[in-house]
């Protein structure tokens, strides 16, 4: 089917900013919709941004200003970027998508999601 696999985690200062990567691949027949949730210590998945093909943006009221999902639809690759993080944001970051894949002569839908990058904020 469509495997994600996001990069880009780490550990950084208060203040500090990191740029998250989201590549899909497999037998992609269409991507509607990417996206981004992550899961704090004790916490739910939450969504923090997500992007439809039509150019559509959601983004968590805790982020807004601060972070920034963009998608190369060339690459089949989304972004995060995340500036002037807190603390708070400290979690596990995963990547989502949706779309349609081949399956022999016709296409199926699909829903994806990566392994989860580790985002540590702390000084």
Known sequence: QVQLVESGGGLVQPGGSL???CAASGSIFRI???GWYRQGPGKQRELVARLTSGGNINYADSVK???TISRDNAK???YLQMNS???EDTAVYYCNAGGRFYSG???QDF???GQGTQVTVSS
């Open 19 to 21: 740029r998250l990567s």
């Open 65 to 67: 200003g601060r972070f």
């Open 105 to 107: 002569t016709f296409s």
């Open 76 to 78: 089949n690759t989304a």
């Open 32 to 34: 509607d919709a990417m």
């Open 85 to 87: 993080l807190k603390p």
């Open 111 to 113: 829903a994806s999601w």
